[in-house]
């Protein structure tokens, strides 16, 4: 079963907008990491969150992470057409340490 | 860096026959992993490896499929013999650290494999 859930599955909206999207997992992590496809090509990753962290920022990209709630947003701000992908969340499965990925929100950002 | 380096790109083959993928990490990653992307599925963890080590090959879906990693500069995902339903896009993937520490993934561009 897949340790991270993306919500929702797809979003579209347009250049300018923000785009917010959200992880939610079973398991106590030891951290969260957010990638990003583009079609056809393989990931790429954005950031990483421990899991005593609450936020954290990388230029356009604000993630934050809440603990008690087993959930994660990633925040694009100012969205670019350039920004439309897939992105992931992925986390380490309790007791197995394995790195395993939700199935990814599709983002379109219409220009 | 030349990054992860997978070949083929694109691979299209009749059922029953042997299928090779490769792949080369990045200089200096302990860790390497092959995982396997289909719409249906999504991404799913076959195997990973540390130092050479197969860790973890809980996610391999049956005998058909085997992994190697003969030294740190390259592993091999092999499917014997394949079937329509392998048809996916394999990834390899690597990074330093592993376990609960496993860091950033660097992913490769990937081998699209069509079974017919």
């Known amino acids: 079963s897949q340790q991270g859930e993306e919500d929702p599955q797809a979003l579209s909206i347009q250049e300018g907008e923000n785009a917010t999207m959200n992880c939610s997992y079973k398991?106590?992590?030891?951290?969260l990491q957010w990638y990003r496809q583009n079609s056809g090509r393989g990931l790429v990753h954005l950031i990483l969150?421990?899991?005593?962290?609450r936020e954290k920022h990388s230029g356009r990209l604000r993630v934050t992470l809440d603990t008690s709630k087993k959930s994660s947003s990633l925040l694009i701000t100012a969205s670019r057409a350039a920004d439309t992908a897939s992105y992931f969340c992925?986390?380490?499965?309790?007791?197995?340490?394995?790195?395993?990925f939700g199935k990814g929100t599709k983002l379109t950002v219409n220009p | 860096d030349a990054g992860v380096i997978q070949s083929p790109r694109h691979e299209v083959t009749e059922m029953g026959q042997e299928v090779t993928l490769r792949c080369k990490p990045i200089?200096?990653?302990?860790?390497l992993f092959w995982y396997r992307q289909t719409m249906m599925r999504g991404l799913e963890l076959l195997i990973y490896?540390?130092?050479?080590?197969?860790?973890?090959d809980s996610g391999m879906p049956e005998d058909r499929f085997s992994a190697k990693m003969p030294n740190a500069s390259f592993s091999t995902l092999k499917i014997q013999p394949s079937e329509p339903r392998d048809s996916a896009v394999y990834f390899c993937?690597?990074?330093?650290?592993?376990?609960?520490?496993?860091?950033?993934?660097?992913f490769g561009e990937g081998s699209r494999l069509t079974v017919l």
């Open positions: 969150i421990r899991s005593n962290e």
């Open positions: 490896f540390n130092n050479n080590v197969p860790i973890d």
């Open positions: 200089s200096g990653h302990n860790s």
């Open positions: 992925a986390t380490i499965q309790g007791g197995s340490e394995k790195l395993v």
């Open positions: 398991t106590s992590i030891n951290n």
């Open positions: 993937a690597s990074s330093l650290g592993t376990g609960r520490n496993t860091g950033e993934l660097f």
